[in-house]
């Protein structure tokens, strides 16, 4: 069992940044895609972006492309998500996923999900 735990979020202004993190248990975390996903209230939980479990591909919704970056360091089991020029509609709990395999953008593919955590962008 992949256990995560997401952290960094918080309250940012707008066109400020964060940096979120999000650790896993030990074990095979080096073969498993990693994505982090969003979810505002009233809304369906949607992607964000996704890294292959070697760091190599990366993906990334339109609405963050060129914003974020979503990183991974697999010595530290952690996975980062690091989001500029942040606007009020980024606000939403943030969510780490993993899953063996490809990256997808589906979160019903995904097998293990974190707690999330909030950002809040304002104005």
């Known amino acids: 069992q992949v256990q995560l735990v997401e952290s960094g979020g918080g309250l940012v202004q707008a066109g400020g940044s964060l940096r979120l993190s999000c650790v896993a248990s030990e074990g095979a975390f080096s073969m498993y895609a990693m994505g982090w996903f969003r979810q505002a209230p009233g809304k369906e939980r949607e992607f964000v972006a996704g890294?292959?479990?070697?760091?190599?591909?990366?993906r990334y919704a339109g609405s963050v492309e060129g914003r974020f970056t979503i990183s991974r360091d697999n010595g530290k089991n952690t996975v980062y998500l690091q989001m500029n020029s942040l606007k009020l509609e980024d606000t939403a709990v943030y969510y780490c996923?993993?899953?063996?395999?490809?990256?997808?953008?589906?979160?019903?593919?995904?097998?293990?999900w974190g707690q999330g955590t909030q950002v809040t962008v304002s104005s």
């Open positions: 890294i292959h479990w070697s760091g190599a591909i990366r």
């Open positions: 996923a993993s899953r063996r395999g490809m990256i997808v953008a589906g979160p019903n593919e995904y097998d293990y």
